[in-house]
């Protein structure tokens, strides 16, 4: 089994993208450290030359829950935590893909000894939930006040906020959305794929964040994310 990435798929990759979609090009089994889909692709290449078609290739998308050490769900908790106005990207009803670890993994120990192989997209289906759900319910496990203030995603172009980084989880509509979030999981959900509700996968990551004093644990390789105060407090007018 080989944890990939849905980053192997190419640039021209669409909504209901199935795992027949177009690759990446130029990845090798034997190349040397490049970019970060080319790796991947190129591990994928590497499973199946030394298993075949037992090759197990998990293509996992977003990955939220406890214990992220990226720190895109935990910012987003700290940030509403903290009270206030809070610049929420639109629309509210942006849908979201994503995977909650402890599912990718339940799902990755069934697949195991069911002996499946070949690729499948891990990641929950298309419109599991909304950055409108998301952000409510880190307003609910956090018991906050504060105000999530919803701002058109050209509103937060224009001020150079960068889609990902600066807001995390989140990337305005288009084709790079329709890439990471409206990805065809039907051939998962056929082998037992079961995504906890977001709520859950909030309220669990808010109660890690808390037992760690409200400090994730930081990737060393990947910088920190999220939106500077000053940025956020002129866009907002505030």
């Known amino acids: 089994m080989y944890v990939s990435s849905r980053s192997v798929y190419g640039a021209d990759a669409g909504p209901g993208l199935t795992e027949e979609g177009p690759l990446v090009e130029g990845a090798s089994a034997d190349a040397e450290q490049s970019s970060y889909p080319l790796d991947k692709r190129g591990g994928e290449l ?53 995977i909650d670890a402890r599912d990718l993994a339940e799902w990755i120990a069934g697949a195991v000894l069911d002996g499946l192989g070949g690729p499948y997209n891990l990641v929950s289906p298309p419109g599991h939930t909304t950055m409108g759900e998301l952000l409510d319910a880190c307003v609910r496990v956090t018991g906050s006040a504060a105000e999530l203030r919803w701002t058109d995603p050209d509103t937060v172009l224009a001020a150079g906020i960068e889609p990902w980084t600066q807001l995390p989880i989140w990337l305005p509509p288009g084709a790079s959305h329709d890439a990471l979030h409206a990805g065809d999981v039907s051939k998962a959900l056929a082998a037992g794929l079961r995504c906890r509700p977001v709520a859950e996968t909030v309220a669990d990551t808010w109660a890690w964040l808390r037992s760690t004093g409200g400090e994730a644990p930081q990737r060393p390789d990947r910088a920190p994310v999220g939106l500077p105060p000053e940025l956020e407090a002129a866009v907002l007018g505030g």
Do not use: K, S
Not at 47 to 71: K, S
């Open 46 to 98: 590497a499973a199946e030359a030394a298993f075949g078609d037992r090759a197990l290739l998990v293509r996992a998308g977003l990955i939220l829950g406890p214990q992220e050490n990226i720190g895109r769900l935990p910012w987003w908790l700290n940030r509403i935590a903290a009270g206030g106005p809070v610049l929420a990207p639109g629309p509210r009803d942006n849908p979201l893909q994503y």
